[in-house]
């Protein structure tokens, strides 16, 4: 009882930081942990480099000591999972990366992910943190939807681009479960799942649940 | 509302199945899904072959056929994961296996899995697993607690053996995060990590919350 | 002299048990192994799912304690080499599978393998064995040649939808050697091999000569 | 008929051809093919590092193409396979390695192969071959009995150091078959397999047998 | 002419940067490029952790900002190759990180390469690193000296040290090249080559080395 | 001072190693290690096949061993590596292969390998290499221009070829840094990175560099 799961978006865009709660709405429970989501005010508007990725370290730390005292464990909601192991040292309470927690959640609904990026320099920067994480054998394939920031905001277009990129994944690659690379597209989940046939994670709901369920393992003593 | 995760213990010793209905008592919350778990009476006392895994997959099959109607989720809770793929293309529904989930969950909270078995020779069996899963490279290690049936009753020298074997998995394997390899140590899971002082995964809570997830990701269209 | 080998068909059609036995004629010598073919008649038509492999394993263990008495190694003919696992805790005689013989066996012919498979729906059950027979590496291709069980019956277009299979594994995927993943293509296997102009591997008659070769290392003492 | 399968030994010590062909007595049968035993006489008393490995490149292959027209199929029975990618280009005859066939053959037999090797120096080599043909996944450890050429001459010395090591490839490293990497120890195979109980492969045996079922396969157009 | 290359020491300690750059005279030739080493006067006394690492990004890219107009070559001499792919997005220049310059080394004077670290929580960090660039199957092991600052002062101490666990790991890991990670052991590298007798890599002489070659590559055109 | 690299082309081609030889201008500094280029005449014209690369081995000992007394460290100057750990078993100095060199330094400039090669025979041989070194994980693709020894002369055309091999190999396989798999392509790096706008390697630069940095290393003592 007054456990809470704080979600904290590393980029500015307090309107992807709404869309996030809306998308977590199924994970609140009455006696369940609250879930809020929060902005780092600090960061940058959206996070589309290595460089942007690191500098919000230093931010995402200083939030984590200051909110800790209330906080039951932590969600860093952005595909690269900035700071996570940064973050990991800084507080003993739980710290879940979105795109770790995506994709081994993923592992359990399919043996063959396919990613869905945004842009294409952000394929570089995932391989590498799929390598590090131990998991790249079971990447089908990771592929950008290659969107400009003001076509982003048509998710009409959005749903057409991802549910092409993700069929061509399915289809060429052998995907057999789809990984979102974004925090900002829980609303796209559920029609691309049924346009594609396939299950279709969203990273902030898995590693919401992962956080959930570290929690409620504990309760029990 | 009325949703039900259905969680089978392969075995048909009931006491195992009350154990980890206890063990899943913090993942019961007002609104949230119904948590059963049920015994497949026609598996053996325990699972500790592959002729016995490979055995109880025809009655999982017509289980899951039975209760599907009524479920919307299943847990395998065997760390052998029998069926787990005939399973998956028998229903339609969910279906999580401990093992899967259990390792997957401990990569969110460690880089280097250690695994504490019972006996010596499902050792081969998990590696064969591991491999096909694609996160061979995660494993630090594999040991076996090697008690007999009748030493398992006694709780606190079960407690000395993981103890052990958790400690030399960490320290001499670099293990930072451990499994439990089996359904149900559950009762182990806060005392192991207290003693350890890395994380400790109970897989059938890693299951049950990876169904959760699933759940509750789809709640919201 | 009195030695056997019993090859295993566990689908319960007696006409690829037949072909098969023929394919096999070159493998028996004056003096050598007898080299039985035979049917598991509770087997269903095909194995065409993960739970069609799974659902045998229990008659394969049968009919295995039924003829050790009088068999010095067993063969199971379906390249889901379903049970054999179960099948070497169950007897202490050799037990080769058709799929894992298959491909060890490549790999002394050529460095990447290509698998010629059935229907689309098996690629991810392969993938999952390679993986756990730690041969995945080495695998260039799995590609399907898609037929329903009509089409099966016309052996010309199963050759030529073989060839085409075999040459795009062998120019997009640079496989240098190929696997039948079928035990019922045997008669197939040499004009394939005449028309790819790379080697082209038999899995049943691989397995059997693996068996012969672990009887005649046993022959000397 | 008049089918002959040549065994090469690249080393110019008759005696261990004669070992080999002795060891190979099983796999003679009325109606298979010959299998002749021949020495490289222009090869060194042993081939103990990757110089020797290479210098006998030339000698093999000249012999290959002069023997080629009265021979089905070779064997190179020297663990370190000397150019046996050479000589796979110099002749359209299947070429055999014994360390290729004896650890694909034993993949057969077990899912984690200890390898008991002669000298130290011999590990570095093996690791580069396993890692180059894919199966280094699926080696469990490799140990030399590190004995001089004049203890080698005692087999009872020999089998006392092959056990130790053999079963601490067993018990320390986890294998559950071997394979003992050196032509020359054929006589050691049953006594070895009845000591450490569990299979324990001889690779000349392995490779004469993979040549046996290319061959075998051929005979049925 | 005029060619410059500038090692940057992230951490604050100045001498540090001084042993570096006495380290590096070999590589200085009349004609060839300047080498500075200089020091981050931002960075902590030692980057021992995730948190330290992460922290230097920000300062370290305003530094290489800065140093580009006269620099040709940035190295970055940490062993954690802090910011390394966010300066790459940062300067068109080619920037080396000691660590991937280490071990890609190191690679081409052994096949099993031994990592000797100072702290063990140094090495989880490691591992991600060594994964992430895809060579961790040549990492035959990673062990700390385990030493606290006041120890590191005396250089006898640190070369006992270091001998000692640079022995284990070639005699127990079967290393064949050691790396020392970390920037500030130069003065260790000839002696220990000496005592091991197995190259000895410097990280801090390789990302020069790899620099001057990137240079010279460039200077032909 | 006095110390010397030499660098040895093991086709018989003087014409290939005088281009070597421009190439490495830039490496030759007032007071650095002298850089000759020699034939080996024994050689073959070009090593187009596993045979060539094992026959020059024994030649390649030879000069080794006569030069060794004047020379600080020896670079093998084709693609295959021929010889290399043969030549590191021959000679105490440091010897270098471009492969290797080309590959591990490629590593330092980006993540993912293209490899531009000559004739489509020389992939399987790449490969097993690739997997030998540990690194066939960073290779994103490995392609030939296919081009016959008379085009080869047209240096136009190779360029027109390689630049097309080198955007494909970025373009459909994620490459984001080339080597050039041949000595003999010197000419063509600048241009080719300029063209493709991602870094190109000329391997025999790389293993020079190589060479120098481990000379320069050891200079302090």
Same mark, same amino acid.
């Given at each position: 009882?007054?456990?809470?799961? !704080?979600?904290?978006?590393?980029?500015?865009?307090?309107?992807?930081?709404?869309?996030?709660?809306?998308?977590?709405?199924?994970?609140?429970?009455?006696?369940?942990?609250?879930?809020?989501?929060?902005?780092?005010?600090?960061?940058?508007?959206?996070?589309?480099?290595?460089?942007?990725? @690191?500098?919000?370290?230093?931010? !995402?730390?200083?939030?984590?000591?200051?909110?800790?005292?209330?906080?039951?464990?932590?969600?860093?909601?952005?595909?690269?999972?900035?700071?996570?192991?940064?973050?990991?040292?800084?507080?003993?309470?739980?710290?879940?990366?979105?795109?770790?927690?995506?994709?081994?959640?993923?592992?359990?609904?399919?043996?063959?992910?396919?990613?869905?990026?945004?842009?294409?320099?952000?394929?570089?920067?995932?391989?590498?943190?799929?390598?590090?994480?131990?998991?790249?054998?079971?990447?089908?394939?990771?592929?950008?939807?290659?969107?400009?920031?003001?076509?982003?905001?048509?998710?009409?277009?959005?749903?057409?681009?991802?549910?092409?990129?993700?069929?061509?994944?399915? @289809?060429?690659?052998?995907?057999?479960?789809?990984?979102?690379?974004?925090?900002?597209?829980?609303?796209?989940?559920?029609?691309?799942?049924?346009?594609?046939?396939?299950?279709?994670?969203?990273?902030?709901?898995?590693?919401?649940?992962?956080?959930?369920?570290?929690?409620?393992?504990?309760?029990?003593?």
């Amino acid at each position: 009882m007054g456990e809470r799961i !704080l979600v904290i978006n590393p980029n500015s865009n307090e309107k992807v930081t709404a869309g996030m709660s809306e998308a977590l709405e199924g994970f609140r429970h009455e006696g369940g942990p609250a879930i809020d989501c929060d902005t780092l005010h600090e960061g940058p508007p959206g996070i589309e480099s290595q460089v942007h990725s @690191d500098l919000v370290v230093g931010p !995402l730390c200083r939030m984590v000591i200051e909110e800790q005292p209330h906080t039951a464990a932590f969600v860093i909601a952005c595909f690269s999972d900035p700071g996570l192991h940064s973050l990991r040292e800084t507080t003993e309470r739980p710290v879940m990366g979105i795109a770790e927690a995506g994709v081994t959640t993923a592992l359990n609904l399919g043996q063959q992910v396919g990613i869905i990026s945004i842009l294409p320099n952000s394929i570089p920067r995932h391989r590498r943190y799929f390598r590090a994480m131990g998991v790249e054998g079971a990447i089908a394939g990771d592929l950008p939807i290659s969107m400009t920031v003001a076509e982003l905001a048509d998710e009409k277009k959005v749903f057409q681009r991802m549910s092409e990129v993700g069929a061509r994944l399915r @289809d060429e690659y052998g995907a057999d479960v789809m990984v979102m690379a974004c925090a900002g597209f829980s609303s796209q989940r559920a029609g691309l799942e049924e346009a594609l046939q396939v299950p279709v994670v969203d990273p902030t709901q898995a590693a919401v649940g992962m956080a959930m369920t570290v929690l409620a393992s504990r309760s029990r003593t």
